[in-house]
């Protein structure tokens, strides 16, 4: 099969006050994990979602990009906090991907070489074979919870450079 891809990121920005916006990752940090603001949000998120699919498949696409892997693989590295607001995440996009997959669209995760938080590079010290073998963990969890994904886009660097670190 050929792939006709469009990346769906453009609903998760909705209301974004800020200045400057990175338009090639999903702003997280601005996406609502309690609170009444939670529902609201994400039901527009997903309203929006349908939309962009709906008009994504009418003039020829058949698969959508969402960011991340990272996002949705809690794991005991990351810390109580973190994980709270991931396990937040990873349920919503349950429901958007397998909402997706019923609309008729394939989904391809994207994920960062080797996404890191701090708690992760603490724990592994850094260290290049546990961190594969972490990597390894979180895809093979994330794709055992969403069958529905096809597949995953690794992205390798960032043209602004604004988060990516060097590793030893």
Known sequence: MQWQLLDAIGPFFRGNGQRRVNWSKIPFDQLAVDGPERRKQWDRIAADLTRLANEAR?????????????????HPWHGDELN??????????????????????????????????????????????????????????????????????????ESDGHDVIAMT
Do not use: C, K, Y
């Open 58 to 74: 009418r003039f020829g696409f058949n698969a959508l990009t969402l960011d991340d892997v990272a996002h949705l693989a809690p």
């Open 84 to 157: 709270a607001r991931l396990v937040v995440f990873r349920e919503e996009f349950t429901a958007l991907i397998r909402m997706l997959h019923q609309l008729g669209l394939a989904v391809f995760l994207t994920t960062d070489a080797i996404p890191l938080s701090a708690g992760v590079l603490t724990a592994s010290g850094g260290r290049r074979g546990v961190l594969d073998n972490w990597f390894r963990a979180i895809l093979t969890d994330v794709l055992d919870l969403l069958p529905e994904v096809r597949g995953i886009i690794v992205r390798i660097g």
